[in-house]
């Protein structure tokens, strides 16, 4: 059977952005920097096409494990599986998360 569609296949509604974040990346978005061990949110910019990964892992937290010239490798588990993808700082963002004290 032939494949029908590619990877991006099935994502108007995932990949729309709001009316407020249409318009150019901001560059401190593209020039994000992350050390081993930072937890990090998966969130593609539809904007930008390089570094993109699958979009079955959108919205996923991952580890970061090393950097491979410009892109991050980060671990993530996928059901039971321990998946490692190589994503651009673009679709990335920090989920380094402070909690919030109760008064």
């Keep these: ?5 590619g990877f991006n296949r099935k994502t108007r ?3 729309k952005k709001h009316a407020r974040d249409k318009g150019k990346i901001s560059l401190s978005r593209y020039l994000q920097v992350f050390q081993p061990g930072d937890k990090v949110m998966l969130a593609i910019e539809p904007a930008f096409h390089k570094g993109r990964y699958h979009p079955r892992f959108m919205g996923k937290v991952g580890t970061i494990i090393g950097k ?4 991050y490798e980060i671990k ?3 059901s ?3 998946k490692t993808l190589v994503v651009h700082p673009v679709h990335l963002r920090s989920a380094n998360v402070i909690p919030k004290s109760n008064k």
């Design 1 to 5: 059977m032939k494949k029908i569609g």
């Design 13 to 15: 509604s995932k990949f």
């Design 68 to 71: 491979p010239g410009k892109c």
């Design 76 to 78: 993530i588990s996928d």
């Design 80 to 82: 039971d599986k321990e």
